[in-house]
């Protein structure tokens, strides 16, 4: 398995506040990608990365906002989190072989709910 | 732009006959594309991958696809289901950034 952990795994958090999710990578990939997963919309990207202090938005960035400081570390921070965003939450990564990219590999997901 | 559709949002087989799962896409250009199970509660697993090489790809636990150009289709199936088959399968295809966009999933049920 692909050395990737998620932290926290579950999170009930109250509308309005904020929070931070962490991805932490062992294996030294260049991308890194923050999904949500909801029921009959499939995974939707929110940021990715595409090297320290490189990033760009999603399809579904709004409220979202992320940073990398490290290759190893990807945050995903809801500024202010609103009932919309519970929902499953999962990093992904994946990187260039010969100039080719690789195929996602995925964490296990953090469950987010927002009341 | 790339897509991927998924023809069937909910499939159900009975164990031991044939699964087909149904993917389309749009690609300005020749595409990578994937299949991914995902499992009740659990993370996503790759299936199998095309990057251009053989049509016919063969992946884990007896899955395969086939890339179908003409007909812009990647379609997943296994000549007979079991029921540890059951799960949320997704056709990915890889997108501008090496981006990662999905469809929106396929249920599959197998019925003992």
């Known amino acids: 398995d692909a050395g990737i952990t998620q932290s926290p795994r579950h999170k009930v958090t109250e509308t309005g506040t904020p929070v931070t999710l962490r991805c932490h990578q062992t294996e030294n990939h260049r991308y890194m990608y923050w999904y949500r997963q909801d029921p009959g919309h499939g995974l939707r990207l929110i940021h990715y990365s595409y090297g320290v202090k490189d990033t760009d938005k999603g399809e579904v960035s709004d409220g979202y906002s992320v940073s990398r400081s490290k290759t190893e570390d990807f945050l995903l921070t809801l500024e202010s989190a609103t009932s919309s965003q519970t929902s499953v939450y999962f990093c992904?990564?994946?990187?260039?072989?010969?100039?080719?990219?690789?195929?996602?590999?995925f964490g296990q997901g953090t469950r987010l709910t927002v009341v | 732009a790339q897509s991927v559709t998924q023809l069937d949002s909910h499939v159900s087989v009975s164990e031991g006959t044939p699964v087909l799962l149904r993917c389309n896409y749009s690609s300005s250009y020749s595409p990578s594309l994937f299949w991914y199970v995902q499992h009740p509660n659990k993370g996503l697993q790759l299936l199998l991958k095309?990057?251009?090489?053989?049509?016919l790809v063969k992946g884990i636990n007896g899955f395969e696809a086939e890339f179908k150009k003409s007909e812009t289709s990647f379609h997943l199936t296994k000549p007979s289901a079991h029921m540890s088959d059951a799960a949320e399968y997704f056709c990915?295809?890889?997108?501008?950034?090496?981006?990662?966009?999905f469809g929106t999933g396929t249920s599959l049920t197998v019925i003992p």
């Open positions: 095309y990057t251009s090489a053989a049509t």
């Open positions: 990915v295809v890889r997108g501008a950034g090496n981006q990662f966009y």
């Open positions: 992904a990564i994946s990187t260039l072989l010969q100039g080719l990219g690789t195929e996602a590999f």
